[in-house]
């Protein structure tokens, strides 16, 4: 399955020290043994159309290789880590899970 997150930060953290801490982060996330693999990135720069969303800051997308690990990740120690750290930074957060 995967577990694609948008993340938008708050103005306030629109700084490249915090960028570069909040990227640290989503980089620690893929050291948890659950995921199979996956990518963070920003917003690609690519002409505007109607169907497009692009004022996302930051989005991860995860592969996991069932459910169960999935819903082990949720509660993992080193998740929660990330969502104490950073949960006050985000004005907004949309998870879309895929089977």
Known sequence: MEH????????????A?????????????????????????VPANVEVRPVSDLSWDYAISMRFETLEKHNAYQVDPDHDVFIAKFKDW???VLVMDLA
């Open 17 to 41: 020290e915090d960028r570069a801490a909040f990227e640290q982060g989503l980089d620690e996330l893929f050291k948890i043994s659950l995921v199979d693999g996956g990518l963070w990135s």
């Open 4 to 15: 694609h997150v948008y993340f938008w930060l708050k103005d306030e953290h629109q700084n």
């Open 90 to 92: 985000w004005k907004k």
